[in-house]
């Protein structure tokens, strides 16, 4: 797959819920006496685990994330825990709260335009996720999606196209089946994938 800064996002999310890590010190990441503690003070592996939020990703985005929304207005509202510079105009980004080690984010000139996740749940609103076969989202979409590969053809995907706008599941980087599973316009997700990363 040539698409490192995926990749390497996937590993630590991966990372990240194998080994939690503590922000704060032993006193204020101990839960309050009768209580539990915040989930950023339980770790990545916390916040996964209990899943409060709808478990579904579509293209129109998940929760607060919605394609088109501001990076400005997100952080401002609390719901951008990090950011990173990514290639011209793109920064990525981590949700907080329950999504918080759930859901990565890419914003092109300030507008959310990616939203993806290498957990299961979410899934697509037809039942599709991380972990599956591309034989099982053929057998969930039939002609609406399709398997695709990169123009450099050294990675496959199955893209399921909902106007302008795409799912697209790709390979895991050590198994077959699917790996990552990322929504947005077809003119940043589906070109990045067939091109490499915008810039």
Same mark, same amino acid.
């Given at each position: 797959?040539?698409?490192?800064?995926?990749?390497? #996002?996937?590993?630590? %999310?991966?990372?990240?819920?194998?080994?939690?890590?503590?922000?704060?010190?032993?006193?204020?990441?101990? +839960?309050? =006496?009768?209580?539990?503690?915040?989930?950023? &003070?339980?770790?990545?592996?916390? &916040?996964? =685990?209990?899943?409060?939020?709808?478990?579904? @990703?579509? =293209?129109?985005?998940?929760?607060?994330?919605?394609?088109?929304?501001?990076?400005?207005?997100? #952080?401002?509202? !609390?719901?951008? $825990?990090?950011?990173?510079?990514?290639?011209?105009?793109?920064?990525?980004?981590?949700? #907080?709260?329950?999504?918080?080690? =759930?859901?990565?984010?890419?914003?092109? $000139?300030?507008? @959310?335009?990616?939203?993806?996740? &290498? #957990?299961? +749940?979410?899934?697509?609103?037809?039942?599709? !996720?991380?972990?599956?076969?591309?034989?099982?989202?053929? &057998?969930?979409?039939?002609?609406?999606?399709?398997?695709?590969?990169?123009?450099?053809?050294?990675?496959?995907?199955? %893209?399921?196209?909902?106007?302008?706008?795409?799912? @697209?599941?790709?390979?895991?980087?050590?198994? +077959? !089946?699917?790996?990552?599973?990322?929504?947005?316009?077809?003119?940043?997700?589906?070109?990045?994938?067939?091109?490499?990363?915008?810039?």
């Amino acid at each position: 797959m040539n698409r490192p800064a995926i990749l390497l #996002t996937t590993a630590a %999310l991966a990372l990240g819920t194998l080994v939690p890590a503590t922000v704060a010190g032993p006193a204020t990441a101990a +839960p309050p =006496v009768g209580g539990t503690a915040p989930a950023s &003070a339980r770790g990545p592996l916390a &916040a996964a =685990v209990g899943h409060s939020h709808p478990q579904v @990703l579509s =293209v129109r985005g998940a929760g607060v994330y919605r394609i088109g929304a501001s990076l400005a207005a997100l #952080t401002a509202n !609390g719901h951008i $825990d990090w950011t990173a510079s990514g290639c011209g105009p793109v920064v990525h980004a981590g949700a #907080t709260g329950s999504w918080a080690g =759930v859901l990565l984010l890419a914003f092109r $000139d300030g507008r @959310l335009v990616e939203v993806g996740t &290498a #957990t299961n +749940p979410p899934r697509s609103p037809a039942g599709a !996720g991380v972990g599956m076969s591309f034989a099982e989202l053929e &057998a969930i979409y039939g002609r609406r999606g399709s398997l695709i590969r990169n123009d450099a053809g050294d990675a496959e995907a199955y %893209l399921v196209r909902v106007g302008s706008r795409v799912e @697209l599941f790709t390979g895991h980087p050590i198994r +077959p !089946g699917v790996g990552y599973f990322q929504v947005g316009p077809a003119s940043f997700v589906e070109r990045n994938f067939r091109q490499g990363g915008f810039c």
